[in-house]
């Protein structure tokens, strides 16, 4: 059986058509490839050059071999074809899930940073409801998910990600606006644009009212932080919303710490039993690090 090296060395003195011009093609020294040839034709048996004043020409019953010999290196060719895309992405798609809180700002942020590494990879971003998370992994129409909430199923395993904070936006020119913090009960005397409470999202946000015992009115609900912020930037109430929707700020809102703790925490989730691909494990990591560094331009505030 003839050994990868003897293949190839069998092959550059083919396509050379001499022993010194493979040696070149093979950068090694000439005598070298003459006596692995001959170390070749007598171990195998074969014959595979005709040598004539110098020249190495193929022998008859060596055609064949030569030629699968190609269709060997074709094929190693296409293989080193193949680790190139998959090094640059080209032959991958990786799919993203995110809830809306994560999926506006720290996605596109972390997607960014995944295209310097895989310049060809393709991707396909879904904006998920929590409800929907467990079809889309179950489905394989995701790899991962980020969420904003965590639960449990038996086909689906939950990691952390990353830990949040809240904070009040109100409209610029509010009383508000110019505060260093404010807390959770002066919050409770304005009308509040919110998402409902039965929803996961809003219940991270209900959370710091129901803690202290606080009651509150929510005049205007909205099924997405976007549009909360949107709301209170049109002057229709003011609202807490999670530290990654604001990580770029929202032009005419002002932004304001809340006295009280607020910490919440993130989570990525995959099928149960799925091997992550590099692409996403190393989205996964760029995605944690653009939230573990995220704050939103707070004034004053680094």
């Given at each position: 059986?003839?050994?990868?090296?003897?293949?190839?060395?069998?092959?550059?003195?083919?396509?050379?058509?001499?022993?010194?011009?493979a040696?070149?093609?093979l950068?090694?020294?000439?005598?070298?490839?003459?006596?692995?040839?001959?170390?070749?034709?007598?171990?195998?048996?074969?014959?595979?050059?005709?040598?004539?004043?110098?020249?190495?020409?193929?022998?008859?019953?060596?055609?064949?071999?030569?030629?699968?010999?190609?269709?060997?290196?074709?094929?190693i060719?296409?293989?080193?074809?193949?680790i190139?895309?998959?090094?640059?992405?080209?032959?991958?798609?990786?799919?993203?899930?995110?809830?809306?809180?994560?999926?506006?700002?720290m996605?596109?942020?972390?997607?960014?940073?995944?295209?310097?590494?895989?310049?060809?990879?393709?991707?396909?971003?879904?904006?998920?409801?929590?409800?929907?998370?467990?079809?889309?992994?179950?489905l394989?129409k995701?790899?991962?998910?980020?969420?904003?909430?965590?639960?449990?199923?038996?086909?689906?395993?939950?990691?952390?990600?990353?830990?949040?904070?809240?904070?009040?936006?109100?409209?610029?020119?509010?009383?508000?606006?110019?505060?260093?913090?404010?807390?959770?009960?002066?919050?409770?005397?304005?009308?509040?644009?919110?998402?409902?409470?039965?929803?996961?999202?809003g219940?991270?946000?209900?959370?710091?009212?129901?803690?202290?015992?606080?009651?509150?009115?929510?005049?205007?609900?909205?099924?997405?932080?976007?549009?909360?912020?949107?709301?209170?930037?049109?002057?229709?109430?003011?609202?807490?919303?999670?530290?990654?929707?604001?990580a770029?700020?929202?032009?005419?809102?002002?932004?304001?710490?809340?006295?009280?703790?607020?910490?919440?925490?993130?989570?990525?989730?995959?099928k149960?039993?799925?091997?992550?691909?590099?692409?996403?494990?190393?989205?996964?990591?760029?995605?944690?690090?653009?939230?573990?560094g995220?704050?939103?331009?707070v004034?004053?505030?680094?």
């Open positions: 059986m003839m050994t990868l090296r003897q293949i190839e060395v069998i092959r550059a003195v083919m396509v050379a058509g001499s022993i010194s011009g040696a070149k093609i950068n090694v020294s000439a005598p070298g490839i003459s006596r692995l040839v001959k170390h070749a034709e007598g171990t195998l048996g074969v014959r595979f050059f005709d040598r004539r004043n110098g020249r190495f020409a193929p022998t008859a019953e060596a055609r064949s071999v030569f030629e699968q010999i190609d269709e060997v290196y074709r094929k060719d296409d293989l080193g074809d193949t190139t895309a998959m090094a640059r992405g080209t032959a991958s798609e990786l799919r993203i899930g995110a809830v809306p809180s994560i999926a506006q700002v996605v596109p942020r972390a997607v960014a940073a995944v295209r310097k590494r895989f310049p060809d990879l393709r991707l396909n971003i879904n904006v998920l409801k929590l409800e929907e998370v467990i079809n889309h992994l179950l394989d995701v790899d991962c998910v980020a969420m904003s909430y965590r639960f449990e199923h038996p086909a689906v395993d939950v990691e952390p990600l990353a830990a949040g904070e809240l904070f009040c936006i109100v409209p610029e020119r509010h009383p508000l606006a110019t505060r260093a913090s404010v807390g959770a009960a002066e919050i409770c005397r304005h009308p509040l644009i919110g998402i409902d409470a039965a929803d996961p999202y219940r991270i946000m209900a959370h710091l009212f129901a803690r202290l015992g606080l009651t509150y009115d929510v005049p205007i609900k909205a099924r997405f932080g976007s549009t909360v912020c949107a709301l209170v930037r049109a002057g229709l109430g003011i609202a807490v919303i999670d530290q990654f929707t604001l770029d700020g929202i032009p005419g809102v002002a932004i304001v710490p809340i006295a009280e703790p607020t910490r919440f925490e993130t989570y990525v989730a995959t149960r039993g799925s091997v992550m691909s590099a692409h996403a494990a190393h989205f996964v990591a760029r995605l944690r690090a653009e939230m573990v995220a704050g939103p331009p004034p004053g505030r680094d």
